[in-house]
């Protein structure tokens, strides 16, 4: 569990450098130099992301659990999950869901957060998805009172949406029928009619 709390102190402490203090990010941006800095920026995400993953799969492995999540539950997360692959996609495609949705990669990593806090109740998934949520949370309302920082994106186009819609819903349903299975080692449609994961 030491090393699943270091790595995710590591991971947001580093994006959340804007959200305490957008101007000191720019003066030591200015004075190291944006490569420089990307590059320590960089390097402590990583190192934090590689010690939360490690750490994760240890702690989950000492289950402890703080709440049973019903079935019903289960299938809600699918529901809730739906629209974050579109919402992903959309973050690099300029249209009308990415206008709609205003930071569509923050929505998109909230609902995937309460979707799997709705279907997992051990502490390990509780500390990892929490702190997500609770993390693009607090950015999106920071974003109120700080520009965001510029994304690399396509040329806007009317069939932007459109791409965003069916290759989201592709990689959903990939994750769905086995991928999701591949990557995590959780298959979802035994786990979903109570077959535990």
Excluded: C
């Excluded at 420089?36 to 989950?60: F, K």
């Excluded at 049973?68 to 973050?91: E, G, S, Y």
């Excluded at 997992?120 to 693009?136: I, K, P, Q, Y």
Aim: aromatic share 10%; net charge positive.
């Amino acid at each position: 569990m030491t090393l699943f709390v270091i790595g995710l102190l590591l991971f947001f402490a580093a994006h959340s450098v804007s959200i305490i203090d957008a101007a000191w990010r720019d003066r030591m941006a200015a004075r190291l130099g944006e490569p420089v800095w990307q590059g320590v920026y960089s390097l402590i995400s990583l190192l934090g992301l590689a010690l939360m993953i490690w750490g994760y799969g240890m702690a989950r492995q000492v289950a402890l659990p703080l709440y049973a999540p019903p079935l019903w539950a289960r299938h809600l997360a699918l529901l809730v999950m739906l629209p974050v692959f579109p919402l992903l996609i959309a973050t690099y495609l300029p249209g009308r869901i990415q206008h709609a949705a205003r930071h569509p990669m923050l929505l998109a990593t909230m609902l995937w957060a309460v979707a799997h806090l709705l279907a997992n109740g051990n502490l390990a998934d509780v500390l990892l998805f929490g702190a997500f949520l609770t993390w693009a949370a607090v950015d999106r309302l920071s974003l109120s009172r700080r520009m965001p920082r510029p994304l690399p994106m396509l040329p806007a186009g009317k069939r932007n949406d459109l791409i965003a819609l069916a290759g989201g819903t592709g990689i959903y349903l990939a994750f769905l029928f086995g991928l999701h299975q591949w990557l995590i080692g959780v298959p979802i449609l035994p786990w979903i009619r109570g077959g535990g994961g």
